[in-house]
């Protein structure tokens, strides 16, 4: 279903906006929660997050890594090292 979704450009925010909005709070609050928890870097935003979960599935459409689960398992991890608050 992503594979159609990316292939057809899918906009969740044109298609169904108050689910959009909704999305956006739900993720919005997660993400406080895991700041709160010292689990994620302090400057990672909410636009920030969901850009990159957007890229992720642009990136792993792009390595054709839907077909792969060791592929797509690398490209996440990568994605989620990035997010991890860095020692100071």
């Given at each position: 279903?992503?594979?159609?979704?990316?292939?057809?450009?899918?906009?969740?925010?044109?298609?169904?906006?108050?689910?959009a909005?909704?999305?956006?709070?739900?993720?919005?609050?997660?993400?406080?929660?895991?700041?709160?928890?010292?689990?994620?870097?302090?400057?990672?935003?909410?636009?920030?997050?969901?850009?990159?979960?957007?890229?992720?599935?642009?990136?792993?459409?792009?390595?054709?890594?839907?077909?792969?689960?060791?592929?797509?398992?690398?490209?996440?991890?990568?994605?989620?090292?990035?997010?991890?608050?860095?020692?100071?």
């Amino acid at each position: 279903m992503k594979s159609a979704l990316a292939a057809a450009e899918f906009d969740l925010r044109t298609a169904a906006p108050s689910v959009a909005a909704d999305l956006t709070r739900q993720v919005a609050d997660l993400l406080d929660r895991a700041h709160a928890a010292g689990a994620v870097r302090h400057d990672l935003t909410v636009e920030g997050l969901m850009a990159l979960v957007a890229g992720a599935f642009a990136a792993i459409r792009h390595a054709n890594a839907e077909t792969s689960r060791k592929r797509s398992a690398h490209i996440a991890q990568l994605i989620l090292d990035g997010l991890r608050p860095q020692p100071r």
